[in-house]
């Protein structure tokens, strides 16, 4: 079984606080390549898990999406040499969509942990033993409902949250990367 590291994607990796189909607009943090190297080196799984609802909106495509992650690891790979990130999930549910096919409620659009758990039984993946990152309380309703321990990203406004509480919160990926390489799991 593999113990995983998810990852939200807009400002978690990319400092991002709009819907992005434009994969020249990706702007990585500065520390995020070498963040995620660390977690990758010290053996854990990396699995991006985003909500998209700007597919259902119409404002890009699912293959937009594709390429915007395919520029993420193009970024990640030049800085690093290396293919860090292993699996890529992502969401283009919303309930008020203007693209029939994907308007409605879905078990994978967070905070609903249907990403974690595909991921979880299509990878081997030990969610007991894993962590979610982000920046919303959505992203931590889903490690939560998963089973996975959680830490809130303070990049995109939010630094409190009622109960259940994230296991930590950090102001940066690679603070979050230090709280997890020092847990010693
Ligand atoms: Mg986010």
């Known amino acids: ?23 020249s607009a990706v702007e990585l943090f500065d520390d995020a390549a070498d963040a995620l190297r660390s977690l990758h080196d010290a053996g854990w799984l990396l699995v991006v898990v985003t909500n998209q609802s700007g597919v259902a909106r119409g404002l890009f495509t699912e293959d937009d999406v594709h390429a915007v992650h395919a520029e993420i690891r193009r970024r990640l790979s030049d800085a690093t040499g290396r293919d860090l990130i292993d699996h890529w999930y992502h969401s283009p549910w919303h309930p008020e969509g203007e693209v029939e096919r994907f308007r409605g409620e879905h078990p994978t659009r967070k905070p ?25 309380v959505r992203d931590i309703r889903a490690g939560q409902a998963a089973g996975c321990r959680t830490i809130l990203l303070t990049m995109g406004g939010v630094s409190t949250m009622d109960d259940p509480q994230p296991n930590a919160i950090a102001d940066s990926i690679s603070a979050a990367a230090a709280v997890i390489l020092s847990d010693g799991a």
């Open 112 to 136: 609903e942990p249907g990403m974690l758990l595909e991921a979880a039984e299509s990878h081997r993946i030990d969610l007991t033993a894993s962590w979610m990152l982000g920046d919303q």
């Open 1 to 23: 079984m593999h113990r995983c590291v998810f990852l939200d994607r807009d400002n978690t990796i990319i400092d991002n606080d709009d819907h992005l189909g434009d994969p």
